[in-house]
Protein backbone atom coordinates (compact mmCIF):
# COMPACT_ATOMS: atom_id res chain seq x y z
CA UNK A 1 0.00 0.00 0.00
CA UNK A 2 1.59 3.41 -1.09
CA UNK A 3 1.82 5.89 1.62
CA UNK A 4 1.19 9.76 1.34
CA UNK A 5 5.01 10.01 2.19
CA UNK A 6 5.75 7.83 -1.03
CA UNK A 7 2.96 9.77 -3.51
CA UNK A 8 5.03 11.45 -6.08
CA UNK A 9 3.41 14.46 -7.99
CA UNK A 10 2.21 13.85 -11.47
CA UNK A 11 4.07 15.41 -14.17
CA UNK A 12 0.99 16.94 -16.36
CA UNK A 13 1.54 18.83 -19.33
CA UNK A 14 -0.66 20.13 -22.67
CA UNK A 15 0.57 20.40 -25.89
CA UNK A 16 -0.16 22.91 -28.36
CA UNK A 17 -3.40 21.22 -29.47
CA UNK A 18 -4.95 21.19 -25.88
CA UNK A 19 -4.57 17.23 -25.07
CA UNK A 20 -3.29 16.46 -21.84
CA UNK A 21 -0.12 14.08 -20.88
CA UNK A 22 0.87 12.44 -17.39
CA UNK A 23 4.67 12.20 -18.51
CA UNK A 24 4.43 10.99 -21.83
CA UNK A 25 1.00 9.17 -21.34
CA UNK A 26 -2.13 11.13 -23.32
CA UNK A 27 -4.44 11.38 -20.97
CA UNK A 28 -7.61 10.32 -22.98
CA UNK A 29 -10.71 9.13 -20.42
CA UNK A 30 -13.08 11.77 -21.11
CA UNK A 31 -14.31 11.97 -17.23
CA UNK A 32 -10.53 12.34 -15.85
CA UNK A 33 -9.80 15.04 -18.87
CA UNK A 34 -12.97 17.13 -17.61
CA UNK A 35 -11.97 17.26 -14.00
CA UNK A 36 -8.58 18.31 -15.30
CA UNK A 37 -9.63 21.05 -17.39
CA UNK A 38 -12.39 22.23 -14.71
CA UNK A 39 -9.48 22.17 -12.08
CA UNK A 40 -7.13 24.27 -13.89
CA UNK A 41 -5.98 27.55 -12.46
CA UNK A 42 -3.24 30.15 -13.05
CA UNK A 43 -1.56 32.65 -11.27
CA UNK A 44 1.95 34.31 -11.32
CA UNK A 45 3.84 31.00 -10.59
CA UNK A 46 2.10 29.35 -13.90
CA UNK A 47 -0.92 26.80 -14.70
CA UNK A 48 -1.59 24.53 -11.86
CA UNK A 49 -4.20 21.93 -10.36
CA UNK A 50 -5.09 22.51 -6.65
CA UNK A 51 -5.76 20.05 -4.64
CA UNK A 52 -4.58 18.67 -0.99
CA UNK A 53 -1.50 19.84 -2.99
CA UNK A 54 -0.34 22.01 -5.58
CA UNK A 55 -0.02 20.28 -8.94
CA UNK A 56 2.03 22.20 -11.55
CA UNK A 57 0.88 22.00 -15.07
CA UNK A 58 3.21 22.58 -17.82
CA UNK A 59 1.52 24.76 -21.06
CA UNK A 60 3.28 24.40 -23.87
CA UNK A 61 1.23 27.36 -25.52
CA UNK A 62 -2.61 27.46 -24.09
CA UNK A 63 -4.58 25.07 -21.94
CA UNK A 64 -7.49 25.21 -24.63
CA UNK A 65 -7.72 25.04 -28.60
CA UNK A 66 -11.13 26.44 -30.16
CA UNK A 67 -12.34 23.55 -32.53
CA UNK A 68 -14.62 25.64 -34.76
CA UNK A 69 -16.23 29.66 -34.34
CA UNK A 70 -19.29 31.04 -35.35
CA UNK A 71 -21.46 33.84 -35.92
CA UNK A 72 -24.61 33.72 -33.84
CA UNK A 73 -26.67 36.58 -34.76
CA UNK A 74 -24.12 39.70 -33.45
CA UNK A 75 -22.07 37.37 -31.11
CA UNK A 76 -19.10 35.07 -31.85
CA UNK A 77 -19.15 31.60 -30.47
CA UNK A 78 -16.88 29.35 -30.04
CA UNK A 79 -16.35 25.60 -29.27
CA UNK A 80 -13.85 24.38 -27.64
CA UNK A 81 -11.93 21.05 -27.88
CA UNK A 82 -13.57 20.04 -24.76
CA UNK A 83 -17.18 20.19 -25.78
CA UNK A 84 -18.07 23.72 -24.43
CA UNK A 85 -19.58 26.21 -26.63
CA UNK A 86 -19.17 29.82 -25.17
CA UNK A 87 -19.35 33.22 -26.81
CA UNK A 88 -16.54 35.03 -26.81
CA UNK A 89 -15.99 38.96 -26.75
CA UNK A 90 -14.52 39.77 -30.11
CA UNK A 91 -12.34 42.14 -28.55
CA UNK A 92 -9.72 39.49 -26.87
CA UNK A 93 -9.53 38.22 -30.62
CA UNK A 94 -5.58 38.63 -31.03
CA UNK A 95 -3.46 37.36 -34.20
CA UNK A 96 0.19 35.86 -32.55
CA UNK A 97 3.29 34.11 -33.70
CA UNK A 98 3.26 32.68 -37.30
CA UNK A 99 -0.44 34.22 -37.58
CA UNK A 100 -2.06 32.15 -35.51
CA UNK A 101 -5.20 33.76 -33.54
CA UNK A 102 -6.27 33.76 -30.44
CA UNK A 103 -9.22 34.56 -27.80
CA UNK A 104 -10.15 34.85 -24.09
CA UNK A 105 -12.10 31.75 -22.86
CA UNK A 106 -13.85 30.50 -19.63
CA UNK A 107 -15.31 33.91 -18.93
CA UNK A 108 -11.61 35.63 -19.68
CA UNK A 109 -9.94 33.27 -17.38
CA UNK A 110 -7.90 31.96 -20.40
CA UNK A 111 -6.80 32.05 -23.27
CA UNK A 112 -7.84 29.84 -26.58
CA UNK A 113 -5.66 29.48 -29.90
CA UNK A 114 -7.89 28.66 -32.25
CA UNK A 115 -7.39 25.32 -34.66
CA UNK A 116 -6.60 25.64 -38.33
CA UNK A 117 -10.26 24.93 -38.63
CA UNK A 118 -11.28 27.38 -36.40
CA UNK A 119 -9.25 30.13 -38.04
CA UNK A 120 -10.42 29.72 -41.27
CA UNK A 121 -13.24 30.16 -40.27
CA UNK A 122 -12.47 33.42 -38.77
CA UNK A 123 -11.04 34.54 -42.29
CA UNK A 124 -14.33 33.34 -43.81
CA UNK A 125 -16.36 35.83 -41.40
CA UNK A 126 -13.74 38.79 -41.45
CA UNK A 127 -13.27 41.52 -44.44
CA UNK A 128 -9.79 42.03 -45.43
CA UNK A 129 -8.33 44.91 -47.08
CA UNK A 130 -5.36 43.97 -49.22
CA UNK A 131 -4.05 47.85 -49.66
CA UNK A 132 -3.52 48.02 -46.09
CA UNK A 133 -3.14 44.15 -45.31
CA UNK A 134 -5.51 44.47 -42.12
CA UNK A 135 -8.61 42.31 -41.29
CA UNK A 136 -11.83 43.61 -39.49
CA UNK A 137 -14.28 41.88 -37.95
CA UNK A 138 -18.01 42.94 -37.80
CA UNK A 139 -20.60 41.54 -35.40
CA UNK A 140 -23.84 44.39 -35.83
CA UNK A 141 -22.61 47.53 -35.86
CA UNK A 142 -19.79 46.99 -34.21
CA UNK A 143 -16.22 46.45 -35.97
CA UNK A 144 -13.23 44.82 -34.77
CA UNK A 145 -10.05 44.79 -35.98
CA UNK A 146 -7.77 41.69 -36.23
CA UNK A 147 -4.42 42.67 -35.57
CA UNK A 148 -1.32 40.96 -34.62
CA UNK A 149 -0.77 41.13 -30.47
CA UNK A 150 1.56 42.68 -28.75
Keep these: MTTPAQWTLPN ?8 WYDDDVQITHPGILAN ?3 GLR ?3 QGYFIQTRVRIPV ?7 VVARIQRREDALNAVLI ?3 SE ?3 PGTLRIGHDDVPYCAVKGGAFEARL ?5 FQLLALAQYD ?6 TLQLGERHYPLERGA
Design 115 to 119: SRAAA
Design 12 to 19: LRVDVNGD
Design 58 to 64: AVVDVPF
Design 36 to 38: LRS
Design 130 to 135: EDTGRG
Design 42 to 44: RDG
Design 82 to 84: DGT
Design 87 to 89: DVD
